[in-house]
């Protein structure tokens, strides 16, 4: 096929159309409140898909942080829930137990350096 040629004789560049990305957004995701999503947006997470960049365990550090109230593991769980698509309760065990651990682990830590 010829080139095609625009109205002054010279070839036609072609431009791919790309789409918009379009970003999945937490509202809905499994295990995600309402009120969690709202803290969530307030600590930077305005989407799933930053959730899955950073990760449960650093998410849950940064709402710990601004939100002491969510010290605690089931808010952990909620966020790889978020991450896996999955609901807490269907999560694979070494999953739960290596959350579990990494959680109990980071409180003892912190306890610790507190006590200094």
Known sequence: MPDELDGYGRPLRRREV?????????????????ELVGQLELVGVRHWERLVELGAKEVWL??????????????LLALQGAI???DVTFLPLEQVDALR???????????????R
Do not use: I, K, M, Y
């Not at 940064?62 to 808010?75: C, K, M, V």
């Not at 651990?101 to 006590?115: F, K, M, P, Y």
């Open 62 to 75: 940064r709402l710990r942080q601004q939100f002491p109230e969510r010290d605690n593991f089931a808010s």
């Open 18 to 34: 790309v789409a918009p990305v379009r970003r999945r957004p937490l509202r809905g995701a499994a295990n995600l409140s309402f």
């Open 84 to 86: 896996d698509d999955e």
């Open 101 to 115: 651990r990494w959680w109990l682990g980071h409180l003892e830590a912190e306890r610790l350096g507190g006590d």
